[in-house]
């Protein structure tokens, strides 16, 4: 690995992005490896643009921001980035204040060591796991049923945090706009047999719908869903475009 992407989707965060991408920028990643910070706002509704643009001004050239003309969604956010990524690995950042970005390096070590293709930082591998009890039991259910229906071994599907391949990550053809993503893209990753994915415990400092969390009810029955049918009802060969199969 020689350069990170790190791709930040960005939807009402105004009271947290400045900051995310303070820390952002302030890791040092090891094995002299450098990053691009590629930041996507959804047609944000508070004054996230104008944090955005206030830290574009602070620091020059160490974000590359990208505007969305319609609020499209998480899962969409992350599909516009991907077409302005110049790195091999590529990692999400929320722009909330949820997990911290000095983490990279713990889910870079595995692909410096060649143990994994893929990592994904585990939130519940650590010996006290953080948040409500009904969004434990949730996350908990969902990485039990992928795990079922991708025939993988993780903690942790809905993580933020996973770092995969950028020829991977754009060869995917990804159709879900909002926090589907999450599925989605395990489901078309455990379709390649090459893949070994490896999980790293990470810190969570979760917040609450009062401080801006975003995820209901409805989005963990499109999870389902987007389990199901990636899953069971989609092909390698509908998941990845034709280069990849080549």
Known sequence: ????????????????????????????????????IIVVN????DDSLGEI???ENDFPGEINVIEHEVNQGKGAGIRTSLQAVSGDYVIV??????????????LIEPIIKNEATVVYGSRFLNSSPKGSRLSRWANGFLTW???????????DMET???????????A???????????????????KVSSIQFKEVPITYTPRNIESGK????????????????????TSRRKSFNTAFHS
Not at 173 to 185: Q, T
Request: proline share 3%; aromatic share 12%; with cysteine.
């Open 160 to 170: 933020c945090y996973k770092l995969v391949p950028s020829a991977v990550f754009q």
């Open 214 to 233: 975003k995820i209901g009810w409805k989005d963990g029955v499109r999870a389902v869903y987007c389990i199901l049918k990636y899953g069971w009802f």
């Open 93 to 106: 950042q929320d722009a909330d204040m949820e997990l911290n970005p000095e983490e990279y390096n713990i």
């Open 145 to 155: 049923l992928s795990n079922f229906v991708f025939r993988t071994k993780l903690t």
């Open 53 to 55: 643009r206030r830290f």
């Open 172 to 190: 995917m053809i990804l159709k879900e706009d909002r926090f589907g993503f999450e599925p989605e893209i395990t489901a078309k990753l455990a």
């Open 42 to 45: 959804d047609l944000s509704t």
């Open 1 to 36: 690995m020689k350069k990170l992407s790190i791709l930040i989707p960005v939807f009402n965060e105004q009271s947290t992005i400045y900051a995310v991408l303070e820390k952002v920028c302030a890791v040092k990643l090891n094995h002299e490896i450098s990053r691009e």
